[in-house]
């Protein structure tokens, strides 16, 4: 059964910082390029980050340029998103999502993933 599935979001103050996990199972991960979105309330999801199938590229939103950094470990099938200096903006459900495609092409759609996790909140608050 094809599967991922987020973890290590939380409560943290701003400033703070979090590393969320998305661990896959039931497909072959080396062949998916992975992406994180994020979807505050009452706002559209947005695409965070998008990784290669071989971690060799990454991409990010202008957004979080700086403060977060997305790498894969395909050995774990697991891809992490470090957060950094985290604001009350970034405050959202946090979701990874995996394309066949090898590469992140057109990769803040939505619609271009194929599987997605369960989402894990993130809430940055004093």
């Known amino acids: 059964q094809l599967q991922l599935v987020e973890s290590g979001g939380g409560l943290v103050q701003p400033g703070g910082s979090l590393r969320l996990s998305c661990a896959a199972s039931?497909?072959?991960?080396?062949?998916?390029?992975i992406g994180w979105f994020r979807q505050a309330p009452g706002k559209e999801r947005e695409g965070v980050s998008c990784?290669?199938?071989?971690?060799?590229?990454?991409i990010y939103a202008d957004s979080v340029k700086g403060r977060l950094t997305i790498s894969r470990d395909n050995a774990k099938n697991t891809v992490y998103l470090q957060m950094d200096n985290l604001t009350p903006e970034d405050t959202a459900v946090y979701y990874c999502?995996?394309?066949?495609?090898?590469?992140?092409?057109?990769?803040?759609?939505?619609?271009?993933?194929?599987?997605w996790g369960q989402g894990t909140q993130v809430t940055v608050s004093s």
């Open positions: 990784i290669t199938s071989s971690g060799g590229s990454t």
């Open positions: 039931g497909f072959t991960w080396n062949y998916y390029a």
């Open positions: 999502a995996a394309t066949r495609r090898l590469r992140c092409q057109i990769w803040n759609v939505p619609g271009n993933y194929d599987y």
